[in-house]
């Protein structure tokens, strides 16, 4: 495989291996289905896939919440399936990238039952973040999935916990926490993995004597506001460390955090030259349909990620955020944004299934539901699952192909007509679209400079692309230029509202 920060322009695949393909017919996706999904994925054009959590897990959290950072769960299959799973990826010279979730682990992980078996002020609690403040919890901080962020003990100690009561935060102010995930990521860089994916990245490091935010929502905040338990100036110190481990394996290993930071400059700090590779963009995804706010938050990012010798990611959808489909109310206009975010330099992030345009589940019943956020918030935020639903393979099969016996973890809507089988090879398909256009984008190169374009219009060119995206109400002429690729019919000459094309530079 070419290694030469392979990384900086790839296109990467995030995969909810629960919600992928189901090798095993008990209607969760694993390690096996996915293998044999690979050829779909090489043929898609992508160069690297990123796996959510596979590792022992009571899945309180889809995962998230690991209870062995060295095993696979028997739900998702074996470190055999696992090992085989990578051969075959990379036999296709598709990298892998796992994920790493370093901010907590689960409950049912050996630290936190120990801890909870041991007394106050003992080592064994030392890992976690227990206090003893009476009646009252330490102070006000909220869990990001509603509530507060401590819970109980019987002893009458509180733990911390950003999340679930099921994932306890870690205290990384404790050497055997630090020394447990440089050796964890060892663990899997033997295997032979490409890199990490950082869960929280943001979060491990909380604010000397756990200051009250004081206030309530505090979430709503997150991105915009410093908080005493995210972008601590001391979790750099970690990264750095990291970096040296993955440096010291041959072959262009990398990470990427998922960090959220008040400013973009204060984002670019995690992929500083001797820290991680690469950040998530989550402002281009927050970004509004609006030709001036995408193009000042194209225009930041690309400046703050420059200022470190980083390249800017880009993406539109993940396991944590409603389909942009949905987001953006229309099929159209997620193909066109598509068109713009596949244009512009760096990496991309892509979320399966939006190469077939899902949109987001609404109305999934109540009771199959398994969001934390759905239970926690006794109902009144949907949660997460709407996104997830397993994927619609085959349009003639039970499950739409997702799994061998039509099970299914999810109850999937009626998907046949955006079916992998009913969009293959049909020229107008999303899956279509996105195939030529991530092959076409590996010819582009360089960086993006603007054109003088009417309001509400995006017009940019790189070397081999110029790109026009029509986010005005009316139809706008398309510049001169010989038509590559577009994200549904011209009208005369003209490009219609919510559309793109490409036009050869
Ligand atoms: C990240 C994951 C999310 C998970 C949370 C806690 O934000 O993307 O799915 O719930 O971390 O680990």
């Given amino acids: 495989m070419p290694s030469s920060n ?10 909810y291996v629960r919600s992928f393909a189901d090798g095993n ?18 043929d898609l054009g992508v160069d690297a896939i990123w796996l959510t959590p596979f590792y022992r897990s009571p899945m309180v959290d889809g995962g998230y919440d690991v209870a062995d950072y060295r095993d696979v769960d028997p739900m998702f299959g074996t470190l055999a399936d696992f090992d085989a799973m990578l051969a075959a990826a990379h036999a296709l010279d598709i990298r892998v990238i796992v994920d790493i979730v370093p901010n907590h682990t689960s ?11 041991s007394p106050p002020g003992s080592l064994a ?12 919890p330490p102070n006000d901080w909220e869990s990001i999935f509603g509530g507060r962020a401590w ?60 200051p009250s935010v004081g206030h309530p929502q505090q979430i709503g905040l997150l991105g915009r506001e410093p908080l005493p338990y995210f972008d601590q100036d001391g979790v750099h110190e970690i990264y750095r460390a990291w970096r040296k481990i993955l440096d010291s394996y041959p072959g262009d290993r990398m990470a990427v955090a998922e960090a959220w930071a008040s400013t973009p400059l204060r984002l670019a700090r995690y992929v500083a030259p001797d820290e991680l590779h690469q950040a998530f ?50 099929p159209g206009t997620a193909r066109a944004a598509a068109l713009l975010m ?26 199959a539901r398994q969001d934390p956020v759905w239970h926690r918030s006794g109902g009144t935020d949907p949660g997460r699952d709407g996104c997830r639903v397993p994927l619609p393979w085959d349009a003639s099969l039970p ?25 293959q090879g049909v020229p107008s398909s999303f899956l279509e679209l996105y195939r030529t256009a991530l092959r076409l984008r590996r010819t582009f190169t360089g960086p993006l400079t603007w054109h003088d374009s009417p309001a509400g219009v995006l017009d940019f060119t790189r070397d081999g692309v110029r790109c026009v995206v029509n986010l005005s109400g009316a139809a706008v002429p398309v510049p001169a230029g010989s038509v590559v690729l577009a994200s549904g019919d011209l009208l005369d000459g003209t490009l219609p509202p919510d559309a793109a094309v490409w036009l050869r530079a």
């Fill in 107 to 117: 409950a049912q992980h050996a630290w936190f039952t120990e801890a909870l078996a």
């Fill in 151 to 210: 819970t109980r003990t019987p002893d009458g100690e509180w733990y911390l916990h950003l999340f679930d009561p099921g994932q306890p935060d870690l205290n990384w102010d404790n050497a055997d926490v630090r020394a447990e995930f440089e050796s964890v990521l060892r663990f899997w860089l033997d295997r032979g993995v490409d890199g990490f994916r950082v869960d929280v990245a943001h979060g491990m490091v909380k604010e000397a004597g756990l």
């Fill in 125 to 136: 609690r030392d890992r976690y973040i227990f206090r003893n403040s009476g009646d009252e």
């Fill in 399 to 423: 499950a739409y192909g997702f799994s061998t016996t039509g099970r299914s973890w999810l109850p999937q809507p009626d998907w046949a007509g955006l079916a992998a089988s009913a969009q």
């Fill in 25 to 42: 017919g008990d209607g969760e996706g694993d390690l096996i289905g996915l293998r044999e999904r690979l050829p779909y994925l090489k």
């Fill in 342 to 367: 596949l244009a512009l330099p760096g990496a991309v992030y892509l979320y399966q299934g939006e190469e077939l345009g899902l949109p987001e589940v609404l109305d999934l019943p109540a009771e």
């Fill in 6 to 15: 392979w990384w900086r322009t790839a296109a990467i695949y995030e995969i």
């Fill in 281 to 330: 963009n989550f402002d281009f995804l927050a970004a509004p349909w609006s030709a001036r706010e995408l193009r000042a938050t194209i225009d930041a990012c690309i400046e703050a990620a420059d200022s470190v010798g980083a390249p800017t990611t880009w993406v539109l959808s993940n396991h944590d955020k409603p389909r942009h489909v949905t987001r953006f109310g229309s």
